[in-house]
């Protein structure tokens, strides 16, 4: 039996007990039959304490739950002291309040109460990275050097995101030591790469296992502490939709390479850390002039070009390049073009 019933069964008696009540003496003083009047409204009380039950105890509760799932310790913390400071600010108030003439003495105290308490929850959440940030300037002891270890920040946890396990690129990344911290894997994201693992789609399927293999090569890797945690979000279904609750929650960022959760994260402040954007910003820098060596391995869109690519990815795009095809040839850089889909270089052969 769910809770929700036991509280539909619970006021369904009270709302009985009360209409029932109510209906036998209005009969009574109306003259009626009140044992009549009395069943009619008991009945009337059962259907209606069935239905308002769950609105007045559990639907409230299950709500407020949601909320406080969503919102940050942090959110909550400066919350908290913020209606501490507005309870205060009220209870000052108070006496002085309670002296104005009545109905006002009455009134005003309790209205002080609830816009004080507010007005502190509202500012307090608001501002609360700068409230936090002066109780961390605070508890780092006065004189610790910068690169102390009491001036150091804890080492953070970085959120992965399914299609960054999958890319790959992920093991070499953290083999390099450029990630600090220990990168946190949900359960919900290991149930997802499992799933694709288990796909009839033969593509699919290949991917997922590759995850597998990237999970385990990292977790065998002591470079970068990994961690596999049951933490789940309530109220969420998508996985991306609790990634960034999640990392909102926990301030830490997200690591991935999905563009479309990327954005979304961006937009609710949740710091994401793209592997694409990173591949990027390494790639090695061509200025119109210089030289490089290329393998021509087809054809290109115009007449007589030639399209080759780079270890990295980046394609080139050589004039007269068709008459190389399969060829390893010097070039010469004319236009570096920087497109949404990554950077393209444009050159032609270096004459001899």
């Known amino acids: 039996m769910s809770i929700e019933f036991f509280f539909r069964l619970i006021g369904a008696v009270i709302f009985a007990v009360l209409a029932g009540t ?18 009619i409204f008991t009945l009337v009380g059962i259907a209606a304490g069935l239905i ?26 400066t919350g908290l002291m913020g209606l501490i400071v507005g309870l205060i600010t009220a209870a000052l108030l108070t006496s002085p309040l309670s002296l104005l003439p009545s109905p006002f003495g009455q009134i005003l105290p309790f ?8 007005f502190g929850i509202a500012i307090f959440s608001m501002r609360q990275n700068d409230i936090l940030n002066v109780f961390r300037q605070v508890a780092v002891r006065p ?9 150091q ?19 070499d990344i953290a083999r390099t030591g450029f990630l600090v911290g220990s990168l946190l894997i949900p359960r ?30 990292l977790q065998k ?42 954005r979304v994260a961006e937009l609710q402040g949740v710091a994401v850390l793209n592997v694409n954007e990173l591949a990027n910003s390494v790639k090695l820098v061509f200025l119109p002039g210089e030289t490089l060596q290329v393998n021509i391995i087809q054809e290109g869109k115009e007449s007589n070009q030639g399209v080759g690519y780079m ?21 010469t850089v004319t236009k570096v073009l920087q497109t949404a889909a990554g950077r393209m270089i444009f050159g032609r052969p270096m004459r001899e």
Request: hydrophobic residues 40%; aromatic residues 8%.
């Open 52 to 77: 308002l039950t769950p609105f007045i105890t559990t639907r409230p509760v299950r709500y407020l739950r949601s909320v406080f799932l969503r919102a940050s310790a942090e959110t909550l913390v």
């Open 221 to 262: 890797d002591t470079t970068i502490p990994v961690k596999i945690s049951d933490i789940d979000v309530e109220g969420v279904r998508e996985v991306d939709d609790k990634l960034v609750v999640l990392a909102r929650q926990l301030r830490c960022p997200i690591l991935t390479n999905d563009y479309n959760l990327n």
């Open 311 to 331: 270890d990295d990815g980046t394609m080139v795009v050589v004039e007269d390049g068709r008459l190389y095809l399969n060829k390893s040839v010097t070039v």
């Open 111 to 118: 209205v002080g109460v609830v816009v004080f308490g507010y």
């Open 22 to 39: 109510w209906g036998y003496n209005f009969a009574t003083e109306m003259g009626a039959s009140g044992p009549l009047y009395s069943v």
């Open 188 to 217: 919900f994201v290991l149930n997802e790469l499992q799933y694709i693992a288990d796909s009839s789609d033969s593509l699919r399927r290949q991917r997922g296992r590759r995850g597998m293999e990237v999970l385990a090569q």
């Open 143 to 151: 004189g610790a050097a910068e690169n102390s270890p009491e001036a």
């Open 153 to 171: 920040p804890a080492s953070r946890t970085i959120l992965l995101d399914t299609s960054v396990i999958i890319d790959g690129r992920i093991a």
